[in-house]
């Protein structure tokens, strides 16, 4: 379940909740809100700075408990750090960091002022959303599979709500609707392999469509798939017990024959290398290898839950890559569903090789207006951009600056890298049409490039989220990106198209 949203438009001083949030800035310089509450509250807030209780630090917070002179029982003071060079990544940070304080307390509700400051080059729909789903984020708890300690019979934040006009609406709107893709796809990718596996992964989007209108849903099996020709993706299934899923959702919000946008993700539901087996030590972390598929359902999801007026279709092949006596092997040559050759040289270089056959299929059955992949599709990704941006690749500068853009917008953002054809020729090979690995160098690249080969001439872009898909650590959980990325580039596609119509 979501946090739920609403709006506040009483004074600071006066919102009757367990808890009201307003935020100083370095150097004790207090908001509007918090110089209200701090008039109404006898000096209680310039007390605390006084006192060095409260720095305005970024992101650092304390609490003030039943102040005389105010309705509510607490207030939480929040740091904004410098008010010279305050931004929109910082509004996140802040508001995330806001959220886990509020999440300590004993407080079931609270009413936030941190939207009214303000934020170069964003409104306020834009600071409820990102607000919100900041507070939804940290909100989030992983319980598929244990009880986390219990706060000892204390009550769970359920709601809050955020100081703004009602021109902010639209924005908590999209809070909401993104939010519940972000949990759907943290939800699924959190899952253990045992339990997330393709058939599970299928049954998760048959629910969805049969619980959502205009939405439906089909699952090719192996045997159809056989039939259709998907050689590279069955051989990569080949060593596992779970047998592969190509799971495919459709939306109809547009006109009836209006060409599709298309989102397809890499389902690999565990990645152990295969023949090239991965070494031990964090190879539990594979389990995240559905986090490209997950991206696409939870993206799904919230388009669905927006009702945004395109047409979409969502394909995840979903496949668990194991060693086994009838595994695909280093040297196997493999006949993709395009029809080109593949040499295998590496079992772990596995996901291109689902993908290229998904990627085939869903150019040729749906002629997309656009189709993005998202996948956790190489460690060199991580190396090169680290776990903050997603490696963003396509030879069509429009779509690349629409899906640039859309990341700025959520700070779910990505960082372009060429596709230059002079990488291509690291995939020769002397056996076959491609090679599925491409050498030592640019090994984000080179993937992309093999991708590249098997989109039909569609308008393509791939996402690698190898960095961003999920949090570093023994306890690091799913992220649910590139979910509020691409369903900002829904949203914008959908307004362009409506502008265009005018
Ligand atoms: N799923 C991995 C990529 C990955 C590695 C994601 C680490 C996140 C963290 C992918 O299937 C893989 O194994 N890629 C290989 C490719 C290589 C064999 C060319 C890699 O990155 O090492
Ligand atoms: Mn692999
Ligand atoms: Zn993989």
Redesign the pocket.
């Known amino acids: 379940m979501t946090l739920q949203f609403s709006l506040a438009s009483a004074a600071p001083e006066t919102v009757d909740t367990p808890c009201v949030v307003v935020g100083v800035y370095e150097n004790g310089v207090l908001t509007s809100a918090a110089a209200r509450v701090d008039g109404a509250a006898d000096g209680a807030i310039k007390r605390l700075v006084e006192s060095g209780d409260v720095t305005g630090k970024a992101a650092t917070s304390a609490v003030l408990f039943a102040p005389a002179g105010i309705a509510a029982k607490r207030v939480l003071v929040v740091g904004l750090g410098p008010q010279k060079c305050f931004d929109a990544a910082r509004f996140q940070k802040i508001s995330l960091e806001a959220a886990r304080a509020i999440g300590r307390l004993p407080v079931d509700g609270a009413v936030s002022y941190l939207t009214e400051v303000d934020v170069p080059g964003q409104d306020a729909a834009w600071r409820v959303r990102a607000a919100a789903l900041a507070s939804d984020y940290a909100a989030y708890r992983y319980t598929a599979t244990f009880k986390p300690r219990e706060k000892n019979g204390q009550p769970e934040l359920a709601a809050i709500a955020f100081a703004a006009g009602e021109e902010a609406w639209p924005g908590l709107d999209q809070a909401a609707a993104i939010a519940e893709g972000v949990r759907f796809a943290r939800d699924l990718a959190n899952l253990p392999p045992n339990l997330c596996n393709p058939a599970y992964i299928a049954t998760q989007a048959q629910a969805f469509a049969e619980a959502n209108a205009r939405t439906r849903c089909r699952v090719l099996d192996h045997v159809e798939m056989e039939t259709l020709g998907f050689g590279a993706l069955l051989a990569v299934g080949r060593g596992s017990a779970n047998k592969p899923k190509l799971v495919v959702l459709e939306y109809q919000g547009g006109a009836e024959g209006e060409k599709p946008y298309a989102l397809v993700g890499k389902g690999?539901t565990f990645?152990t290398?295969g023949i090239?087996l991965?070494p031990g030590a964090g190879m539990e972390?594979?389990k995240f290898?559905m986090g490209g598929g997950a991206g696409m359902l939870g993206t799904f999801v919230a388009a669905v839950k927006l009702g945004l007026p395109l047409n979409l279709v969502c394909v995840v092949p979903a496949v668990e890559n194991m060693p086994d006596g009838d595994s695909y092997r280093p040297s196997d040559v493999l006949t993709s569903l395009a029809g080109l050759t593949i040499e295998v040289l590496?079992t772990?270089?596995?996901?291109r090789l689902i993908l290229a056959d998904a990627l085939t299929w869903t150019a040729r059955t749906f002629q997309p207006q656009a189709m993005v992949d998202a996948a956790?599709?190489?460690?060199?990704c991580?190396v090169a951009l680290g776990k903050h941006a997603s490696g963003l690749m396509s030879r069509h500068d429009d779509l690349a600056a629409e899906l640039l853009a859309a990341g700025e917008a959520t700070l779910d953002r990505a960082w372009r890298l060429p596709l230059w054809d002079d990488y291509q020729v690291q995939l020769d090979s002397g056996f076959a049409d491609v090679a599925n690995?491409g050498g030592k160098s640019g090994?984000a690249i080179t993937a992309g490039c093999f991708l590249s080969r098997f989109v039909e001439g569609a308008r393509w872009a791939h996402l690698d989220i190898?960095g961003t898909a999920w949090d570093e650590g023994r306890k690091g959980l799913a992220t649910g990106r590139p979910v509020p990325l691409l369903t900002q580039w829904l949203i914008d596609r959908a307004a362009a198209a409506a502008g265009n119509r005018e």
Request: no cysteine.
């Open positions: 690999i990645d290398g090239s991965k972390e594979m290898d590496n772990d270089a596995e996901g956790t599709l190489t460690g060199a991580v690995i090994g190898a």
